[in-house]
């Protein structure tokens, strides 16, 4: 057995039952395979040792009332994985699946999709197994409040610098930097995702979607020579992800078909009228269900895996982890897709990734195409600090930038070290190797 298998072993044994965080280091490491080939100083260092080892995991109690007055006790997290490159950072999620190997996953990817952003931010994650379905505001007020009453203590603008996920948007952002605010007693940029009129960024709502469908873009200008004119797409999840992501396709004249959302799907061959799901989504945290009430001609599947089953030429999956299977990357490919470009954090399985790179498709990972999120955070941060807001132009013009950056640096990278078109082995070599030279610099902590 070589090197990094055993290494995966023993992450395995010693992380036992975190079944999300195995696969996502199991991903980097086929990568680190070819990297490890040009750097044997990793190895004596135990530089992959140390950096599949979170620096620091806090889990913590968080008791909350609700509006009947009954008492819940949710867990809490925030995993501070790696500092090597900036202050850690990443988003809150709030969903019940959340487990530690869920946030583990999370910021192990965190680390290297920062890395890509080329502003210097650590990896990070947190969040809770709280559902926020169902509950009033004053509910979610509370357990955010609840939340940051520990968080606090632990999180800073050059320390740790949490921001949303699933579950977390706009409303439970505000509730938690009121909190924080009041505890640690400054008005610093802690959190990012904030309101317009009080420290939050132009374009930070709809950054990771824009984001994802600008690296995509550029995707089919250099490979396909072509755009997303007239192109066809699918894309799972109703989300803040998703919901940007079909924005910035219709702005280029494509037209999304299809979308879904936990419980079902719809397919709308006229197209997606957004409005009608942000109202949906957005306003009424409803179910995707009510869009065929309004929108007869639509069509509602209970199974949201429906979602890859319609013809289309661009795929986005933009709901959450492994929910690209491989039986869905068949249909997909037979289906003639040129490319999927990943909106969700590993939202597609190794074997359904494996498939789709054999047979030709486009594949641009998560922590790359999906980046333009925690990059317009970067952004937040340096407009607090500076005590400036830029305008929404000037905002979308740098995540332009930075996606057209990141696009090139994982072809290049693929190209340099033998594997050309596979962008999962660029943006993890990519990703991986400034967080290592980084590592090398400081020494062993
Ligand atoms: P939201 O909470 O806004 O939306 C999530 C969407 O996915 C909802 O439509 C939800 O359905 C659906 N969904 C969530 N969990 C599941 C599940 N277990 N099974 C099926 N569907 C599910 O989250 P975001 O849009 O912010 O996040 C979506 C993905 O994008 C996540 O993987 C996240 O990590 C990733 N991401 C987010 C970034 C951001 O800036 N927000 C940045 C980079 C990546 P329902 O409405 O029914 O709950
Ligand atoms: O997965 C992600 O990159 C996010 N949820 C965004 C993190 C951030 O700090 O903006």
């Given amino acids: 057995m070589g090197y990094l298998d055993q290494l995966y072993q023993k992450v395995v044994e010693k992380n036992y039952g975190e079944e999300e965080f195995h696969q996502a280091v199991k991903e980097i490491f086929e990568s680190l395979e ?27 109690r968080v008791p909350w009332v609700d509006d009947k007055g009954e008492i819940h006790v949710n867990r809490g997290f925030r995993i501070e994985f790696s500092s090597a490159i900036g202050p850690y950072k990443g988003g809150l999620r709030f969903h019940p699946t959340v487990k530690l190997g869920t946030l583990k996953f999370l910021a192990f990817e965190q680390i290297f ?11 990070g994650k947190g969040g809770s197994d709280f559902d926020p379905k169902g509950k009033s505001d004053m509910e979610v007020m509370r357990f955010c409040q609840a939340f940051m009453q520990e968080l606090w203590r632990h999180i800073g603008p050059y320390t740790d610098v949490p921001a949303g996920d699933i579950g977390v948007g706009g409303r439970e952002i505000g509730f938690l930097y009121g909190m924080y605010k009041k505890l640690a007693n400054e008005f610093t940029g802690t959190l990012t995702g904030k309101g317009i009129n009080w420290g939050g960024s132009w374009v930070r709502k709809e950054a990771t979607g824009y984001g994802l469908v600008y690296i995509v873009e550029r995707y089919l200008e250099d490979v396909r020579k072509t755009s997303f004119k007239d192109k066809i797409v699918a894309i799972s999840g109703a989300g803040n992800v998703a919901i940007y992501a079909t924005e ?13 959302d936990s419980r079902g799907c719809i397919i709308d061959k006229d197209g997606i009228d957004l409005d009608l799901v942000k109202e949906i989504k957005e306003v009424k945290r409803g179910s995707l269900r009510e869009y065929v009430e309004k929108r007869p001609s639509a069509e509602y599947s209970e199974n949201r895996q429906d979602v890859w089953k319609v013809k289309c030429d661009v795929a986005l999956p933009c709901a959450t982890q492994n929910e690209v299977f491989i039986e869905d990357a068949k249909e997909l490919v037979k289906n003639g897709c040129l490319v999927v470009g990943e909106g969700a954090n590993m939202p597609t399985t190794l074997e359904a990734t494996k498939y789709f790179i054999e047979n030709g498709v486009g594949f641009l990972p998560g922590k790359a195409a999906n980046a333009g999120g925690v990059a317009v955070s970067g952004l937040e941060m340096a407009q607090n600090a500076y005590f400036t807001q830029w305008t929404f132009d000037e905002v979308d013009k740098k995540l332009q930038g930075i996606m057209h950056n990141i696009y090139n640096s994982i072809s290049e990278t693929a190209k340099k070290y033998g594997v050309e078109g596979n962008y999962v082995h660029g943006a993890n070599i990519a990703g991986f190797m400034k967080v290592a030279n980084a590592m090398m610099d400081q020494g062993i902590v």
Wanted: aromatic share 6%; no cysteine; glycine share 10%.
């Fill in 34 to 60: 070819i990297a490890l080939a040009y750097h044997p100083e990793f190895e004596r260092t135990k530089l992959i040792e140390r950096l599949v080892e979170p620096e620091r995991v806090v889990m913590f």
């Fill in 113 to 123: 999709k920062n890395s890509l952003t080329g502003i210097p931010m650590g990896g």
């Fill in 248 to 260: 910035k396709v219709h702005q280029l004249g494509g037209k999304v078909i299809a979308m879904s």
